[in-house]
């Protein structure tokens, strides 16, 4: 059998890449209500570079292994468990250490997938397609034909959230940071690309004919998140889900007093904490389905197996990165 390899971290620290190496392991002997999953795809995300550097929110103990989510085919079932069907390709929980050839989860926490459905595409399920669909539907009562505006559109969150607008006919100004970014969104289905800038607001009213816009995504903080504010109607909602560009949100008493513009955060490390398990199985499932359907997908620059970890975050922390980076194990 193919050798089994995780890609294990046991300290954190300024250059993701060298603090995490690919570590060889046994086959484990699963106990009653166990699997064993041979992962076929899993992303490299913002979140989980932070968490090799530390700057995450939430960190794991160490030694970890890297990864937060991805896709899997289930290969064994413990003594007496129940659960897919060996050969299923089943959703891996979230958290679980994705980076490795094979994972041990519980059963009972693995969602079936669709089998002939792209796995490449399955395995950035759990993190970017939920974050967009709930931005966009937790914070303001949307309506079709209404505006959204959000910057880092280029991002993976960015691509969906362009994507599910579309298919809730909602209109989007999408904001990046760069003009080589403008093609690719457009690309994906952006109503209006515009690159930042200090006369944003003024942009954004002539490309949308002066739209009331009342919901605004930010993924940067700093100034950018003042430049959204200015570009919203009175009484807007602004949603704060990163901080890109390393500076806190930055809001003047004029957007926030005067014209009433609400500054919110979101987690969705805490919506799965706090949400039925119910809720959150239908909505993945609503989203996987509009995946397997090729309705809805992001960009991929490259993949590379376990062995490459190094290489791989290092591409996946390259500034003119045009998809994501996956890591896909090699099963012999």
């Not at 937060?68 to 089943?90: F, N, W």
């Not at 969602?111 to 970017?128: C, H």
């Not at 490459?308 to 045009?322: K, L, N, P, V, Y």
Request: glycine content about 10%; charged content about 15%.
């Amino acid at each position: 059998m193919t050798t089994m390899l995780k890609a294990q971290y046991a300290e954190r620290g300024p250059i993701p890449q060298a603090v995490i190496a690919p570590v060889p392991f046994e086959r484990p002997v699963l106990s009653q209500g166990q699997a064993l999953v041979a992962v076929l795809a899993a992303p490299i995300n913002p979140s989980d570079v932070l968490m090799l550097t530390g700057q995450y929110g939430l960190l794991p103990p160490l030694p970890a292994v890297g990864g937060s989510e991805g896709v899997g085919r289930v290969v064994e079932l413990g003594p007496d468990t129940q659960g897919p069907a060996i050969g299923q390709t089943v959703l891996l929980p979230a958290g679980a250490g994705t980076w490795a050839t094979h994972v041990v989860a519980p059963a009972a926490r693995l969602i079936p997938l669709p089998n002939e459905a792209d796995p490449q595409q399955l395995a950035m399920l759990t993190v970017n397609p939920p974050t967009a669909s709930l931005l966009l539907s937790e914070f303001v009562a949307l309506q079709p034909g209404d505006w959204v505006i959000q910057n880092s559109a280029n991002s993976g969150v960015g691509s969906y959230v362009v994507q599910l607008a579309k298919l809730r006919g909602l209109k989007t100004v999408n904001i990046v940071r760069r003009e080589s970014a403008v093609a690719g969104v457009q690309a994906q289905g952006g109503d209006v690309v515009l690159v930042d800038g200090d006369d944003l607001a003024e942009r954004v009213k002539a490309a949308t004919g002066g739209a009331e816009i009342r919901l605004g995504i930010d993924a940067v903080g700093g100034k950018a998140t003042m430049r959204l504010a200015g570009a919203l109607a009175e009484s807007a909602t602004i949603v704060n889900y990163g901080a890109l560009g390393g500076e806190a949100c930055t809001v003047s008493p004029r957007e926030l007093v005067f014209r009433d513009v609400t500054l919110k955060g979101f987690w969705l490390a805490r919506w799965f904490r706090t949400t039925p398990q119910a809720t959150q199985y239908a909505l993945l499932t609503e989203l996987a389905g509009l995946i397997a359907a090729g309705k809805l997908r992001t960009p991929i620059q490259a993949t590379y197996d376990v062995a490459q970890i190094q290489e791989a975050i290092t591409a996946a922390t390259a500034d003119e990165r045009q998809g994501k980076i996956l890591i896909t194990p090699a099963h012999g």
